[in-house]
């Protein structure tokens, strides 16, 4: 496909993408829905009245709200509906948005733009799917015979995560405070965690209509309530989770904060780089099943910029590696008869490939502290020091383009004095 904007083939989003955000400019402060266009974000405020469609010829306002959860309401063939009609709009042979008065209206720099939490989040959810991290962790705390849990092949584990500490990237993190329990046998101190880390992943925004209490969505039906993805960095206080997660699991340790990308990238984009699921032995539970793939070729990176501006990639991992499916998990999370809403974010739990330079923390790059890694500042690192800012990119590759998602960045501040 050609745009009449023009970009380079390694941009984010070519015509092929077309993420959606919430932004507002230093002239405009109020937040609007735009898609990323090359390095422009077009305002979908401005053309709502384009949408002329049967789906949404009715349904133009929702591109007037400050926030995406009713478009992410309106369900799958809305959202193709709107998909078709934008890419229309953007293709070099449409002169409708290439009229200067409209261009210069609808258009604004995504360096001028400030962006925002692309949806209200009613929910967030965590999960842990990747079997060579489930595994790299049980290696660490348990050791060979006992790394995965009887529980883990049956069912996607998961928690529940806290939606009020949920940031857009860019957004600073200051280091928690906690209990933490530094010589075994001994009393807990209190204090600024120690053993600040990230953790990469990907997580989806539900859509479709909410659901009813006492409903519940199995595998082979969930796609249709998945409306995109984003990138995510789920900060970590290790000695505080280290602590606290016996009997019920993480909790302050988690809630520090959570960084997502801006930008959504929808399903449809994500389509042409599907991979067949991972093989799970044993089968799961009916409910579990599907057959067609969830799973992505989507590369994933992290950097780690340190105070003198140097960077280093630190991992380099794939989504493909996911054991448990996002169907698979919106199935389980569903199962009971807990209702969803659109603008739920359900996330995957660190991705972590087969290999040690794919390891998505630094609990497990470094080992729990026994490997540190060179940085190319001459500094090493087993975990995060104040000043740090980690940065995580997604994408998938096409033939002469790439979907992806921007980057997710967050800065690691140092802790507020109590």
């Known amino acids: 496909m050609k745009s009449f904007v ?6 984010d989003f070519p015509i092929e993408n077309l993420p959606y955000g919430v932004f507002s400019t230093s002239n405009n402060s109020k937040k609007r829905i735009g898609v990323a266009i090359g390095n ?7 053309i709502a009245h384009l949408f002329d469609g049967p789906l949404l010829k009715n349904n133009q306002d929702v591109f007037r709200r400050d926030c995406l959860n009713d478009i992410m309401a309106l369900g799958r063939p809305a959202w193709i509906e709107a998909r078709t009609r934008l890419q229309d709009l953007l293709s070099a042979n449409n002169e409708t948005l290439q009229e200067p008065n409209i261009r210069s209206k609808a258009f604004v720099l995504q360096n001028n733009a400030t962006m925002h939490l692309p949806a209200k989040i009613g929910d967030y959810t965590d999960f842990y799917s ?3 991290h489930a595994t790299n962790v049980g290696l660490m705390f348990r050791g060979k015979e006992t790394a995965l849990m009887p529980n883990w092949k049956y069912l996607p584990v998961g928690y529940h995560g806290r939606a009020s500490s949920v940031v857009v990237s860019g957004t ?11 010589v075994e046998d001994a009393e807990p101190v209190f204090g600024p965690s120690r053993l600040m880390d990230f953790e990469l992943e990907v997580a989806f925004f539900v859509g479709g209509p909410a659901t009813q209490l006492g409903d519940s969505i199995p595998a082979n039906m969930a796609y249709d309530h998945i409306f995109g993805m984003v990138t995510m960095n789920d900060w970590s206080a290790r000695d505080i989770q280290k602590w606290e997660y016996i009997p019920l699991g993480p909790f302050g340790s988690k809630n520090c904060g ?7 990238v929808t399903m449809e984009a994500l389509e042409p780089f599907k991979v067949p699921n991972v093989p799970q032995n044993p089968t799961p539970f009916p409910y579990l099943q599907h057959r067609e793939s969830c799973n992505f070729n989507m590369n994933l990176e992290v950097d780690i910029k340190t105070q003198n501006g140097t960077v280093t990639t630190i991992c380099r991992s794939n989504y493909k590696y996911q054991y448990w499916t996002p169907q698979q998990q919106l199935a389980h999370h569903t199962v009971t008869g807990c209702n969803i809403n659109p603008g739920d974010l359900m ?3 660190t991705i972590s490939g087969e290999s040690p330079d794919s390891f998505g923390s630094l609990l497990e790059l470094c080992w729990k502290g026994t490997r540190p890694i060179p940085l ?11 000043g740090d800012e980690v940065i995580i990119r997604g994408y998938c590759a096409g033939d002469g383009y790439r979907i992806g998602f921007g980057p997710c960045s967050g800065k690691l501040l140092p802790a507020v004095t109590l």
């Open 6 to 11: 023009e970009y380079s083939p390694d941009c």
């Open 40 to 46: 422009q974000i077009l305002d979908l405020s401005i």
């Open 130 to 132: 990747s079997i060579h």
């Open 172 to 182: 600073p993190i200051k280091r928690p405070h906690g209990q933490t329990l530094p």
């Open 258 to 264: 959570t960084t997502i990308s801006p930008w959504v």
């Open 347 to 349: 996330a995957s739990g």
């Open 376 to 386: 190319k500042d001459g500094t090493k690192r087993t975990f995060l020091q104040d």
